[in-house]
């Protein structure tokens, strides 16, 4: 972290001495002011529910202007990544700060093809879900039970451990995935082949059957590469910062996914683009594409409690890089599957398009975000909505392993303890049972 030449003070109107603090300087973004010593000197803490103003972390991986669109992995821009790269090569990126050559390529590539199966006794793990179980709740739990089985990377303060934990975790998300997807529809499970590429494999242990081939189609195989790519990382957003805190325990690198798997799940977070899926098919049983006015009205009315799902974003104020890259995509694969006039897909269009011409959304810079997209993208593909954020758990866990190592590495990481403003009652005496 590099010192600025610039400090803050801070002062007391009660007279209380005030406090000269440290500010640090980033690559690029915001400074951040140093109050580690805030409480040794001042008695006091700082209050900033949701983390809305504080730098949880130094971190070297990921990098996003909201304001401008941007976002860099390693420094480079997403949509260059994307062109240019496989969704390996950006693990790759992600997790060894640059990009492989040709050799270090074919050598990862190696490594987590090698990794692919899980132990058989995972199926019968699985088995104990119902049937109906949400994905995400099935891969919350096989997640946290990969650190059951591999007892020869569960130290998260040896790096060797770390490394292999990661290109287990890389390796097995797939296969962990699309199990969960056979259990659901009841058939038998497709076993990893290491011939095809990362998302191809995916594609066949999900869609193949004993019976029938799956033949990858390198229009889907490239789109679902681009959807890994475009979700591999995002700085310290919650699941990412949950993986972190539950890591800096020094528990099983294995249980810390686990739990950015848990936080995923919710709406706020990987859950949106099921939202966003759900709203259209509301919008479709309601009339379709002749009802869109009528939807956006009940949008722009702010006691209807209706909001455009897929649209928005807490951090991109400008449009989402990774949603122009996901609209690229869609309009491919719906071309290469004949979907062009399917009514859904026209429906998020008309959407689309009123949406980026309306005042209420460009005064209110509400741009399609990634989700809105990659939705469509999968179910095109023919991925059941609720394994949306499954996929999203596949994709982000290179992301996770990255910053959760980095966090290990570094010399100043502490087990992470947040304080409190205390609002309960005060120091009281408990009365025996009779006389409450
Ligand atoms: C993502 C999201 C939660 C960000 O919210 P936020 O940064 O807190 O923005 P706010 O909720 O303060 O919204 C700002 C304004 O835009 C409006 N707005 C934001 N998203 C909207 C949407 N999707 N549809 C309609 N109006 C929306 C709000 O009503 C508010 O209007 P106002 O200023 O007149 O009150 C929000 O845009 C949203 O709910 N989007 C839909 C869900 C979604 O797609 N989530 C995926 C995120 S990756």
């Known amino acids: 972290m590099t010192p600025s030449d610039v400090k803050a003070t801070l002062s007391f109107s009660d007279g209380s001495p005030s406090m000269e603090l440290p500010i640090y300087k980033g690559t690029i973004g915001p ?22 103003s504080t730098a949880s972390c130094n971190s070297t991986i990921t990098y996003i202007d909201g304001d401008k669109g941007e976002l860099l992995y390693r420094g480079y821009p997403i949509e260059q990544l994307a ?7 950006t693990c790759y ?16 590539q190696n490594r987590v093809t090698n990794h692919t199966m899980v132990n058989e006794q995972m199926q019968f793990f699985l088995r104990g879900f119902r049937r109906d179980a949400h994905p995400m709740a099935v891969m919350t739990g096989l997640v946290g039970a990969l650190s059951a089985f591999y007892h020869d990377s569960t130290d998260i303060n040896n790096p060797e451990h770390r490394e292999v934990a990661a290109i287990r975790l890389i390796a097995k998300m797939p296969t962990l995935v699309a199990m969960a997807y056979k259990y659901t529809v009841g058939q038998p499970y497709i076993y990893p082949k290491n ?21 990858v189609s390198p229009v889907i195989e490239r789109a679902l590469d681009r959807i890994f790519i475009l979700h591999a990382d995002h700085e310290q957003n919650a699941s990412t910062s949950t993986v972190r805190l539950c890591g800096s325990s020094g528990t099983n690198p294995f249980a810390a996914i686990a739990a950015g798997v848990a936080c995923l799940w919710g709406p706020a977070h990987g859950g949106a683009n099921e939202a966003c899926l759900n709203m259209l098919e509301d919008i479709q049983a309601m009339g379709g594409v002749a009802k869109v006015g009528e939807f956006m009205n009940q949008v722009k009315d702010k006691n209807s409690g209706v909001r455009l799902m897929g649209f928005g974003h ?19 694969v719906l071309q290469e599957l004949g979907l062009e006039n399917d009514p859904l897909f026209k429906l998020a269009m008309a959407l689309e398009k009123i949406a980026l011409e309306d005042d ?30 499954a996929i999203f758990a596949l994709a982000r866990t290179v992301g996770w392993i990255a910053q959760l190592n980095e966090m290990i590495a570094d010399p100043e990481y502490k087990i992470g303890r947040p304080r409190q403003l205390f609002v309960g009652s005060a120091k009281r005496d408990v009365k025996p049972l009779a006389q409450r």
């Open 360 to 389: 209420y959304f460009v005064a209110r810079k509400l741009y399609p975000n990634v989700d809105f997209y990659s939705g469509i993208v999968q179910r095109a593909i023919g991925i059941p909505v609720p394994l949306f954020t």
């Open 195 to 215: 011939d095809l590429s990362y998302s191809g494999n995916f594609l066949r242990m999900m869609f193949a059957t004993p019976c029938e081939e799956y033949k």
């Open 83 to 89: 062109v240019n790269c496989d969704y390996l090569e």
């Open 31 to 52: 400074d951040v002011i140093d109050i580690r010593k805030l409480y040794g000197q001042t008695g006091k803490f700082t209050y900033d529910p949701g983390f809305l």
């Open 93 to 108: 990126l992600l997790l060894n700060g640059e990009l492989p050559n040709a050799t270090q390529k074919a050598e990862f």
């Open 314 to 332: 807490r951090v991109y104020k400008n449009y989402d890089p990774r949603a122009k890259l996901m609209q690229e995509t869609c309009k491919e």
